[in-house]
T-cell receptor, first 112, second 116 residues
Framework: NAGVTQTPKFQVLKTGQSMTLQCAQDMNHEYMSWYRQDPGMGLRLIHYSVGAGITDQGEVPNGYNVSRSTTEDFPLRLLSAAPSQTSVYFC???????????FGAGTRLSVL | QQQVKQSPQSLIVQKGGISIINCAYENTAFDYFPWYQQFPGKGPALLIAIRPDVSEKKEGRFTISFNKSAKQFSLHIMDSQPGDSATYFCAASFAHGSSNTGKLIFGQGTTLQVKP
């Protein structure tokens, strides 16, 4: 039982490049979220999903896209990376009706 | 706007001392207030949580104190240990009914160092 798995763990991009951060869960949780963590700003919600085929924007969605075709996977896409997107990204899952969020180990992204 | 404000940003405590981290929130509709603990290189993990119908919740050395009228809550770590050294985040969310979408609003985080 792996829980929430994020790949890659580290990534360096050049400005303008695109990439996808992967998030997979094996807990059969309905809700999934993406956060970014920046020093002094805590974790801020980027996008979230309450089930397959349903996504919505969080606090800081600009520059990111998501889709949820299955319960297990919730990839985060950076369309054209910018230095302001240098951050640590966390994926989290929650079972519907419960309140505990389970986080992955994070992806550390640097955009040069 | 920052809906959950956390202080201090960093905290140094001697082993055996009491660590206190404070949070204030703005939205009175929040009805679930968790604290998450994060060690370096790891994702946050739930430490303890409280609902606004109680004023205090204790789990081992960790206690949440909640003041609904002041819209404030705090984490107290008694007999702090070097193993408690981590970053702590308070958060708030909507726990009930259709408002429960699993979203959390986090505070800015507090880096705690417990000196031996």
């Amino acid at each position: 039982n792996a829980g929430v798995t994020q790949t890659p763990k580290f990534q360096v991009l050049k400005t303008g490049q695109s990439m996808t951060l992967q998030c997979a869960q094996d807990m059969n949780h309905e809700y999934m979220s993406w956060y970014r963590q920046d020093p002094g700003m805590g974790l801020r919600l980027i996008h979230y999903s309450v089930g397959a085929g349903i996504t919505d924007q969080g606090e800081v969605p600009n520059g990111y896209n998501v889709s949820r075709s299955t319960t297990e996977d919730f990839p985060l896409r950076l369309l054209s990376a910018a230095p302001s997107q240098t951050s640590v990204y966390f994926c989290a899952t929650t079972r519907r009706g419960k309140n505990i969020q389970y986080f992955g180990a994070g992806t550390r992204l640097s955009v040069l | 706007q920052q809906q959950v404000k956390q202080s201090p940003q960093s905290l140094i405590v001697q082993k055996g001392g009491i660590s206190i981290i404070n949070c204030a929130y703005e939205n009175t509709a929040f009805d679930y207030f968790p604290w998450y603990q994060q060690f370096p290189g790891k994702g946050p993990a739930l430490l303890i949580a409280i609902r606004p119908d109680v004023s205090e919740k204790k789990e081992g050395r960790f206690t949440i104190s909640f003041n609904k009228s002041a819209k404030q809550f705090s984490l107290h770590i008694m007999d702090s240990q070097p193993g408690d050294s981590a970053t702590y985040f308070c958060a708030a969310s909507f726990a009930h009914g259709s408002s429960n979408t699993g979203k959390l609003i986090f505070g800015q985080g507090t880096t705690l160092q417990v000196k031996p």
